[in-house]
């Protein structure tokens, strides 16, 4: 079982930024694509960006050059950088561990992590 657990959310004005963290309890980036998603109310999930196992990393076209993912394998930890943000990225926003095929084959499942608001508002 692996525990992921978001941080770095809150209230912020338009324009600015904010660091979301990812904490897994364990380090499964080889083995896994580690994901933001968001949500926001009456919205369905959507992703936001992935970072592969191999360090490569995408982005939805909402957020391409304004959100930053990167991992730092030493601490087990995702981030997200949100540059000039808007009230459209107002949402609950999600950690994901999405399991490579290997990780499947040894019978490990995807992880969610509970959420971190981030609500954009003057």
């Known amino acids: 079982q692996v525990q992921l657990v978001e941080s770095g959310g809150g209230l912020v004005q338009p324009e600015g930024s904010l660091r979301l963290s990812c904490v897994a309890s364990?380090?499964?980036?080889?083995?896994?694509?580690m994901n933001w998603y968001r949500q926001a109310p009456g919205n369905q999930r959507e992703l936001v960006a992935a970072?592969?196992?191999?360090?490569?990393?995408a982005y939805a076209d909402s957020v391409k050059g304004r959100f930053t993912i990167s991992r730092d394998n030493t601490k087990n930890t995702v981030y997200l950088q949100m540059n000039s943000l808007s009230p459209e990225d107002t949402a609950v926003y999600y950690c994901n561990a999405d399991p490579s095929q290997v990780a499947r084959d040894y019978g490990l499942g995807p992880y969610w992590g509970q959420g971190t608001q981030v609500t954009v508002s003057s």
């Open positions: 970072i592969f196992s191999d360090g490569t990393a």
């Open positions: 364990r380090n499964i980036f080889a083995i896994y694509t």
